[in-house]
């Protein structure tokens, strides 16, 4: 079992281990074009020695907490619409192609690898990090990156599962490389190109080429990627975009939604261990985190509302694009000058309250995060089996800004599976999946609205954190299991009459907007909204799942 830690940390610079790659391993780089006469590559570097080289090389500072920053350049967010899968013939039939999983023909892919590793030739230092991409031994695969960044190096550290010794001295052949070429641009006018920036997924070469980008999340999401269609169509098993925890007696909540609905934030509560923040499978025997870290939206972040997270941003974590004062070097985290997706990285286990190894039993709840630029939607909703998946399916939420190129205000948006970016096969695998296991445990389900409450984005405000923690609470304790509920039309939900700690005049959201008609305008549009985005799906559900959703307005 992949235990946790810096245990790289501990061999001494000269092991063989810490430049090289053994002789199996040195025959895969000179097989891939590296010159092996030329370039140092440094494998599962110890954390000391990539701040150095990101101080040295890259321009980046310690922060007063230890932790590391750096920044990304231009690109201070995904690129989804310059992501790429290759066509080719052991994943064509299973791949959902379309605007989310743009083809690329097998020539321009080679292309664009060819042009990555010259680029990768040309640099003094090579970093190689080898780490595990799931928990379960009987699920994870070995991932390994090759890049020309410490920061980037230093990340997928955090954010992959660090071997111990012995597991990385009989590594082996991994089980998908990514060649992050970043700081060099694609060849717009190559076959295929929108751009100077690509993100390419080859599942038969089991390899990922980033050019043109050096947002670090690019990675992390290309493994999610990865796994999202790895662990349905190889293991039989259900990935999801969702953070988990665990309760004291064993219970376990999975949080879904996407970026900016607080799966990170809500997930490290003090009163439960963490299991992960946002990427998790859901096996026959249980949940299991994917990754070996958590990537935390640091805007706005502070030690009264978010302890667990601020705590855990110290030496070994690194800050990504977050401003600092250049004398004391405190880092600014409500400077958005830069971005509003300001970011750190660090291991789950700078969470206190970590379950290591991030496994555990089988669900009890299933939490439907969204964040409501409307304000219509209530704070918390309990939802029929049905109503579970046709809201999993619709996926709706409003893209926070800076976390795709683009992104300057709340915008509502659909994105089905609370993950539409990162899928790989048809919506209705996944959902017919997490249907199946939320029937066999009984697993109850909520809907919680985490935006604005009392009007839309502009005139109303955003649910404060407290009363989202108190919802919580109330489910984990059963209150809401056995509460008193009242309809709230046009969406069809059952709403509860009283959580305890949360004001009565918010729960149902109607009666918290002063401009009643503006709020029944508001919410048919909302509803309009779910009908017209949902008829893509309507043949691939029952009647019941149809149904499930608001009325036709």
Not at 249 to 267: A, E, N, R
Not at 400 to 410: C, K, L, N
Not at 467 to 493: K, P, Q
Request: glycine share 8%; hydrophobic share 35%; charged share 25%.
């Amino acid at each position: 079992m992949t235990s946790p830690g810096n245990h790289h940390d501990e061999l001494p610079t000269q092991d063989p281990q810490y430049a090289l790659l053994g002789r199996d391993s040195i025959a895969l780089f000179s097989d891939a074009g590296f010159d092996m006469d030329k370039i140092h590559l440094k494998r599962n570097a110890p954390v000391a020695s990539l701040y150095e080289d990101a101080i040295s090389k890259e321009g980046a500072i310690i922060s007063s907490n230890g932790a590391l920053i750096n920044f990304s350049g231009k690109k201070t967010g995904r690129s989804p619409k310059d992501k790429r899968i290759v066509y080719e013939e052991t994943s064509k039939d299973d791949v959902w192609w379309g605007p989310v999983n743009i083809k690329m023909d097998e020539h321009t892919f080679e292309i664009n690898r060819e042009r990555a590793i010259d680029y990768l030739n040309t640099r003094d230092d090579i970093y190689v990090f080898d780490g595990f991409a799931g928990w379960d031994p009987k699920y994870r695969i070995k991932v390994r990156v090759i890049c020309a960044r410490a920061y980037h190096a230093l990340f997928m550290h955090n954010m992959l599962i660090r071997p111990t010794r012995e597991e990385l001295e009989n590594f082996g052949e991994p089980d998908f490389i990514i060649y992050n070429a970043g700081q060099f641009p694609a060849n717009r006018f190559t076959a295929g190109m929108t751009s100077t920036t690509s993100v390419e997924i080859n599942f038969k070469r089991r390899e990922m080429v980033i050019l043109g980008t050096e947002y670090a999340g690019e990675m992390k999401k290309g493994i999610f990627s990865v796994m999202h269609y790895l662990q349905p169509v190889k293991f039989g098993q259900l990935s999801l975009h969702s953070s988990a925890n665990e309760g004291p007696d064993g219970d376990v909540s999975l949080f879904f939604g996407l970026s900016g609905t607080g799966k990170t934030t809500l997930s490290a509560d003090p009163h439960r261990r963490l299991i992960g923040d946002d990427e998790h499978v859901w096996s026959d025997d249980g949940v299991f985190n994917i990754e070996g870290g958590c990537y935390a939206k640091c805007i706005g972040l502070s030690a009264e509302k978010e302890p667990e997270i601020y705590n855990a941003i110290r030496f070994g974590s690194i800050l990504e694009n977050v401003s600092y004062d250049k004398n004391t070097r405190v880092p600014d985290y409500d400077d958005s000058h830069l971005t509003e997706n300001t970011r750190c990285a660090y291991p789950i286990e700078y969470i206190n309250n970590a379950k290591i190894p991030c496994i555990a039993g089988l669900p009890k709840n299933i939490i439907l995060l969204t964040c409501d630029a409307f304000g219509v939607l209530p704070p918390v909703s309990k939802l029929s089996p049905e109503q579970a998946q046709y809201h999993f399916i619709a996926g709706y939420t409003s893209k926070t800004p800076g976390t795709e190129d683009g992104v300057v205000e709340p915008s509502p948006t659909f994105s089905t599976c609370y993950g539409q970016p990162f899928i790989v096969l048809h919506p209705r695998r996944y959902a017919a999946m997490l249907a199946e296991r939320m029937s066999k445990v009984k697993a109850n389900a909520y809907l919680i609205n985490t935006g604005w409450s009392g009007g839309k984005f502009g005139t109303g405000k955003r649910c404060p954190l407290k009363y989202t923690r108190a919802i919580l609470d109330a489910i984990h304790s059963g209150e809401l299991a056995n509460a008193e509920y009242e309809d709230f039309d046009v969406f069809n939900l059952k709403v509860p009459k009283k959580v305890s700690n949360v004001p009565s005049e918010i729960l149902h959201s109607r009666n918290a907007w002063p401009d009643k008609k503006a709020f029944d305008a508001e919410i048919n549009k909302l509803a309009g909204m779910f009908n017209e985005a949902f008829e893509k799906y309507a043949s691939d559900v029952s009647p019941e799942v149809l149904k499930a959703g608001p009325n036709k307005v």
